[in-house]
């Protein structure tokens, strides 16, 4: 694979729409290496992501978070060790997002949720995708599967006495309460994403909506797998390899 066959891939997997609703949240860091055998996969890029795909002879590095502008001077550090060690990399943002294999579909799959109702949507804000379990789980339940599934001790806040049947999902940077709010409209008893606020917890509490907040980074992790894996789907002679990331934010 090279990186026009690559290009060629993404276009494909995305609808030109959605593509279009989010350009400039997508594409190449750098692409230097232009012979693509080997695919890393990560939530961020960092200068650790990096010099672990080096080791491990990643020739495209593919995550979910571009090097962002306000970290300041992270961009310009994450192309120099790029170009040093020969890496491409690319970023899907927005689109990966709001994609039906995606984040918030990706993290309900392994959550176990049977059915999605409503999926994840943006119109001028991001709003949650709706699931519904075929048979209500206990809440204590949920959270220790998030906790096995992130392999992270998970934040959880248990707002009302019923058992868990529709969750409002909404990974990574979740945390704002009208997402919590368009979940309460929805019907759902509990509401999972990957960050929690003093405001968050007051309003669910408030609310008396379950609460569970695991990481921003493995909240979405699994939308990368998923889009790592649909990349092979279209070249089988790839080779796929998840890069370790730490879980910083719980100091785990």
Not at 114 to 137: L, M, T, W
Not at 199 to 205: E, G
Not at 223 to 241: F, M, R, S
């Amino acid at each position: 694979m090279n990186i026009s066959q690559f290009r060629d891939a993404m276009t494909k997997l995305f609808p030109e729409e959605l593509l279009a609703e989010f350009e400039g949240d997508f594409g190449f860091l750098n692409t230097s290496n232009n012979n693509i055998a080997t695919i890393g996969y990560a939530t961020n890029i960092s200068l650790e992501v990096i010099d672990q795909a080096a080791a491990l002879s990643v020739d495209l590095i593919v995550t979910h978070h571009d090097a962002w502008d306000f970290i300041y001077g992270l961009r310009e550090a994450c192309v120099s060790r790029l170009k040093e060690h020969n890496i491409s990399h690319f970023f899907i943002h927005g689109p990966l997002d709001f994609i039906s294999f995606g984040t918030y579909a990706a993290l309900m799959d392994v959550m176990g949720i049977n059915r999605i109702e409503q999926h994840s949507v943006y119109e001028e804000e991001e709003f949650p995708g709706i699931g519904e379990f075929n048979e209500p789980v206990l809440f204590k339940d949920l959270v220790q599967k998030m906790r096995t599934e992130l392999d992270e001790p998970v934040r959880a806040w248990r707002n009302n006495d019923r058992n868990v049947k529709r969750v409002g999902v909404l990974t990574g940077a979740g945390h704002a309460t009208n997402h919590i709010q368009w979940a309460l409209d929805h019907d759902c008893d509990t509401y999972i994403t990957g960050e929690a606020t003093l405001y968050s917890i007051q309003y669910a509490q408030y609310a008396g909506i379950n609460l569970i907040a695991g990481s921003h980074t493995f909240t979405e992790i699994f939308g990368v797998k998923n889009l790592a894996e649909k990349t092979k789907d279209t070249h089988p002679e790839l080779e796929l390899i998840q890069l370790k990331e730490s879980h910083f934010e719980l100091n785990h």
